[in-house]
């Protein structure tokens, strides 16, 4: 069966159930099928996998976890509680990589823009001529904007991934029939092409920048290892 014709047969059978909320359980089965036909799914393989309607709608029924005994439900609480624990530092963990690369972003950009306009604070960038300057500012500046791009994925993909643990600690917890989400963030078609292109082009800027500076340096040195005829290290 298609799309309408499963959410229509679901809607039918929560109310023949009363189950409470039902516009709400609707709409999480709309996102799924949303999720998944954007994976490459059909709409038909998706319910397939979803289950019957009539099965699902007795899993919402306010009786479903009658059949559970106190003590088992009291055992999947505190193994999830359990577990929350180290998925916790697991989501510091990726929130603080994605605040790391956004901060690299941010002292690349303005290193960058240091060397386009020539701002040296306290004399901390060594000498190079304006040229060699201005190619490797708008090196870092092309880098800076890699870096932003990655963090904002990386900072969805730890969002998507603390959304996608709790439905399935709810669901586990409860016996709830929600669909699992997906553990990637899922973009709109036109921020994924955003995205690609903002890729694409800060990378190609970088690397030919950064091979275009270190070949005009060392011509304009007169040496392979231009920093140490400009005394860099000194």
């Known amino acids: 069966m298609n799309r309408n014709e499963y959410l ?58 009658e059949d559970k005994t106190s003590g088992s439900k009291g055992f999947i609480i505190a193994a999830m509680s359990f577990a929350v624990v180290f998925e916790a530092i697991v989501y510091i963990l990726f929130f603080a990589w994605a605040i ?60 998507q991934i603390v959304k996608a643990s709790i439905r399935w600690h709810k669901n586990i917890v409860s016996g709830n029939a929600l669909p699992p989400l997906p553990w990637s963030p899922q973009f709109a078609a036109k921020t994924k092409r955003k995205l690609r292109t903002v890729l694409l082009w800060s990378v190609t800027v970088f690397g030919v920048t950064l091979i275009l500076g270190m070949v005009l340096s060392q011509i304009l040195s007169g040496s392979l290892e231009f920093w140490h005829a400009w005394n860099w290290f000194v």
């Open 8 to 65: 229509s047969r679901l809607k039918t059978e929560l109310k023949r159930n009363n189950v409470g909320e039902s516009e709400d359980i609707i709409e999480e089965y709309e996102q799924h099928f949303a999720f998944k036909l954007a994976d490459g799914f059909s709409e038909e393989e998706i319910a397939a996998k979803l289950g019957s309607p009539e099965a699902v709608a007795l899993q919402f029924k306010g009786e479903r976890s």
């Open 100 to 159: 790391t690369v956004f901060a690299t972003s941010l002292a690349s950009a303005g290193i960058g823009i240091a060397l386009i306009t020539r701002i040296n604070p306290s004399g901390l960038i060594p000498y190079m001529p304006y040229l060699s300057s201005l190619i490797f500012g708008v090196c870092l500046v092309a880098f800076a904007v890699c870096l932003a791009a990655a963090s904002y994925y990386f900072f969805a993909y730890a969002k």
